[in-house]
T-cell receptor, first 114, second 113 residues
Framework: AQTVTQSQPEMSVQEAETVTLSCTYD???????LFWYKQPPSRQMILVIRQEAYKQQNATENRFSVNFQKAAKSFSLKISDSQLGDAAMYFC???????????FGQGTILTVHP | GAGVSQTPSNKVTEKGKYVELRCDPI?????LYWYRQSLGQGPEFLIY????????DSGLPNDRFFAVRPEGSVSTLKIQRTERGDSAVYLCASAPAPRSEQYFGPGTRLTVT
């Protein structure tokens, strides 16, 4: 079985500052993928960043980067230079090597203060 | 191009009624997934289609839930004898192949009164 845990129900950050969202996971598979999704009030799930477990280098996408600690089964998301448009629910998700079923965490609501 | 679309956007029904939720995937995507997202929670997997067949329906909560994809494109999630606990957002996602990036639709918010 796969599990994903997000222990921060809510986080807040000042505009232009940096915030880190935490995620831990558990899986018995040796190869897997990790994702961060953003879900604004429109409900549309948007992929923010992905990390292949076999890659040691942390993924980055513009202002978004991850800290992937495979041994600790930790996968945190860092948002730099936070913008008002970053406010949303953020989900960490895990996918094994089979057909693509995603296992999601409980989510973290991010508020960005002007 | 067009993304994944879901209809209706919102559905209110009475307890005990039957409902159908529709998903139109991105053209050419062979993999299709349904997830259920309860209020304040992350989405939970319901069922996965590869082509026309349900390759994994292990997430369906009980036999009141059923889904079809008869021509390998549009999928319909069917819920019989709805209960208040079925109230949730039902998300559909499609992918060009089973291990490719999933593209999500906007979801259908189902409310059972």
């Amino acid at each position: 079985a796969q599990t994903v845990t997000q222990s921060q129900p809510e986080m807040s950050v000042q505009e232009a500052e940096t915030v880190t969202l935490s995620c831990t996971y558990d899986t018995s598979e040796s190869d897997y993928y990790l994702f961060w999704y953003k879900q604004p009030p429109s409900r549309q799930m948007i992929l923010v960043i992905r990390q292949e477990a076999y890659k040691q280098q942390n993924a980055t996408e513009n202002r978004f980067s991850v800290n992937f600690q495979k041994a600790a089964k930790s996968f945190s998301l860092k948002i730099s230079d936070s913008q008002l448009g970053d406010a949303a629910m953020y989900f960490c998700a895990l996918r094994g090597t089979s057909y693509g079923k995603l296992t999601f965490g409980q989510g973290t609501i991010l508020t960005v203060h002007p | 191009g067009a993304g994944v679309s879901q209809t209706p956007s919102n559905k209110v029904t009475e307890k005990g009624k039957y409902v159908e939720l529709r998903c139109d995937p991105i053209s050419g995507h062979t993999a299709l997934y349904w997830y259920r997202q309860s209020l304040g929670q992350g989405p939970e997997f319901l069922i996965y289609f590869q082509g026309t067949g349900a390759a994994d329906d292990s997430g369906l909560p009980n036999d009141r839930f059923f889904a079809v994809r008869p021509e390998g494109s549009v999928s319909t999630l069917k819920i019989q004898r709805t209960e208040r606990g079925d109230s949730a957002v039902y998300l559909c996602a499609s992918a060009p192949a089973p291990r490719s990036e999933q593209y999500f639709g906007p979801g259908t918010r189902l409310t059972v009164t």
